[in-house]
Structure formats: structure tokens, C-alpha cells
T-cell receptor
Framework: DAGVIQSPRHEVTEMGQEVTLRCKPISGHNSLFWYRQTMMRGLELLIYFNNNVPIDDSGMPEDRFSAKMPNASFSTLKIQPSEPRDSAVYFC????????????FGDGTRLSIL | GIQVEQSPPDLILQEGANSTLRCNFSDSVNNLQWFHQNPWGQLINLFYIPSGTKQNGRLSATTVATERYSLLYISSSQTTDSGVYFCAVEGYGQNFVFGPGTRLSVLP
């Protein structure tokens, strides 16, 4: 079975540019999560969707960050404009109905903002 | 929000040794999971264990929800067990929170 698929795997861009990260969850999973991992702050939950609806976005750091889930098989995390402090590894994870099911992670997108 | 602590922060073992990793949390939880992040950065779900005991091969985990802790046991460790082990919890009406992790190095 295909796992969670994220793209791109690596992204290097200049400050001020728009960045779009993509995620395809495991088929049949109803919940989708976006996380950010940095050395300083560890793994942080940014936003959580259930049945394509954002349930909790309190972890989204600023208005420069936005996330969408237009259908059950696709989600995007967008940063506009990007800043050097946004450099991190961004993970997408999915699970069955609701959040209290095992979460399965994609391989992450390593983002570097110059 | 809920606080998660993990101990020890770092652990070095000789191949074949056993180890116990601990996760303490500050409030009641309805969700607790253990993950392994390998040296390539991939996060693998090991256990979904809000309470009770589970075993999977050389790994087992126990959560004592009433005392707010969980333990991950690794027996007969192998070099492929190296990486960072995270405990993550979700309290009632709260977000999913990851602990700081335990970095394990298994030497050949």
C-alpha cells in the first residue's frame, strides 16, 4: 500500500517567494496533519483536518501560512511570503477517523529559505 | 497545554543490550503514540497505546494512564534501532503534542 506522499522532497528558495508543499494522504484516511520540525522547537503540530475540514489551526505560526484540503486525497501548505526562519522539515501525516488513531507520516519536505 | 517529558535525553548502548525509555505527561490523555525517527529522518509509528501494554517483536510499550507515564522497552537492541524515539500525546480537547525525544545510539 502507498504511504503518505509529500512533494517536493527538498525546496530551496529565496526570501519573499511563495512556497507550496503538497501532501497525498493514505487512501481511506479521514484525518490529515501538518507538522514542522526544527532543532529549536522540535516537532510542532501546525494544523489538523478531519474529513477535509480544518479542525484546529492554532499551531499555524502566522498569517503567512495557509493550508487547504480541497478533497480527501490532497492537501497543500502554503507560505507567502517566505522568510529564513521558516526553514525546517515539514511533515504531513494521516490517520483513520479522528486524531486518536495511529498516525502515519510522509518522508517530509526539507525547506530552506535563503 | 499538556506537557511531555522524555528520559533519558540520550542513550548509548552496545548491540544486544536492553533499554527502557520513559515518557511523562502532565494531564489525562486519550491518545498516546510512540514514534521512531531513523537517521534518514523518516518517522515511523511504533505504537498507538493510550493505555495498557502492547508488544511488537523486540519492542513493547506500557502506558499507565492513571499515573501519567508510558514506557517503551527495546530488547536485544540492533544498530538499526538507532535514531530518536518520540512520545506524542493528545489530551482531551487539546492538540497532539510531541515530547523532545530520546536519542538512541546502538554501537556494533
Amino acid at each position: 500500500d502507498a504511504g503518505v506522499i509529500q512533494s517536493p522532497r527538498h525546496e530551496v528558495t529565496e526570501m519573499g517567494q511563495e512556497v507550496t508543499l503538497r501532501c497525498k494522504p493514505i487512501s481511506g484516511h479521514n484525518s490529515l496533519f501538518w507538522y514542522r520540525q526544527t532543532m529549536m522547537r522540535g516537532l510542532e503540530l501546525l494544523i489538523y483536518f478531519n474529513n477535509n475540514v480544518p479542525i484546529d489551526d492554532s499551531g499555524m505560526p502566522e498569517d503567512r501560512f495557509s493550508a487547504k484540503m480541497p478533497n480527501a486525497s490532497f492537501s497543500t501548505l502554503k507560505i507567502q511570503p517566505s522568510e529564513p526562519r521558516d526553514s525546517a522539515v515539514y511533515f504531513c501525516a494521516s490517520s483513520g477517523q479522528y486524531s486518536n488513531q495511529p498516525q502515519h507520516f510522509g518522508d517530509g519536505t526539507r525547506l530552506s529559505i535563503l | 497545554g499538556i506537557q511531555v517529558e522524555q528520559s533519558p535525553p540520550d542513550l548509548i548502548l552496545q548491540e544486544g543490550a536492553n533499554s527502557t525509555l520513559r515518557c511523562n505527561f502532565s494531564d489525562s490523555v486519550n491518545n498516546l503514540q510512540w514514534f521512531h525517527q531513523n537517521p534518514w529522518g523518516q518517522l515511523i509509528n511504533l505504537f498507538y497505546i493510550p493505555s495498557g501494554t502492547k508488544q511488537n517483536g523486540r519492542l513493547s510499550a506500557t502506558t499507565v494512564a492513571t499515573e501519567r507515564y508510558s514506557l517503551l522497552y527495546i530488547s536485544s537492541s540492533q544498530t538499526t534501532d538507532s535514531g530518536v524515539y518520540f512520545c506524542a500525546v493528545e489530551g482531551y480537547g487539546q492538540n497532539f503534542v510531541f515530547g523532545p525525544g530520546t536519542r538512541l545510539s546502538v554501537l556494533p
